[in-house]
């Protein structure tokens, strides 16, 4: 409908030419909707002290942040059955953190950022076990 505001995913938008409105973040900046601004907002957010790095990226701190960000996420257990099923979904994860992003800035996605990559790898070895073993190193 015409004079309406609508949302959708950044690839969609990108992909079709939608126009978009710049928004004014924390820091007072009017900022565009792109790959750079969502990963400053995911690069400035407080994983650290977030439970399970369940976190909202809404008004993220960083001059350059986009105010309304989301991510995805997967889910595993700390404790795996199967050490070396549990390893091998950990290379292929690693593999995606390190091999992914340029496939996902090709399809208008947004990489993790480093900052967080080595964070949550450094929670993988510090917590996901089977038989009270560490998986990953």
């Not at 790959?35 to 002290?49: I, K, M, P, T, V």
């Not at 947004?110 to 510090?126: H, R």
């Amino acid at each position: 409908m015409n004079g309406s505001v609508g949302y959708v995913e950044y690839a969609y938008a990108v992909q079709n030419r939608l126009p978009y409105a710049k928004l004014q973040n924390r820091a007072g900046n009017f900022v565009d909707p792109t790959a750079r601004s969502f990963q400053a907002a995911a690069a400035n957010a407080d994983w650290e002290n977030a439970p399970g790095y369940y976190v909202v990226l809404v008004d993220q701190p960083g001059a350059d942040s986009w105010p309304i960000t989301g991510a995805s996420f997967i889910l595993i257990y700390k404790q795996q059955a199967n050490g070396a099923q549990a390893k091998h979904m950990l290379d292929f994860f690693d593999w995606c953190f390190k091999h992914g992003a340029d496939m996902a800035e090709e399809l208008d996605y947004v990489p993790i950022p480093p900052n967080v990559v080595e964070l949550v790898e450094s929670t993988w070895s510090a917590q996901v076990k089977a038989g009270g073993s560490q998986v990953w190193q």
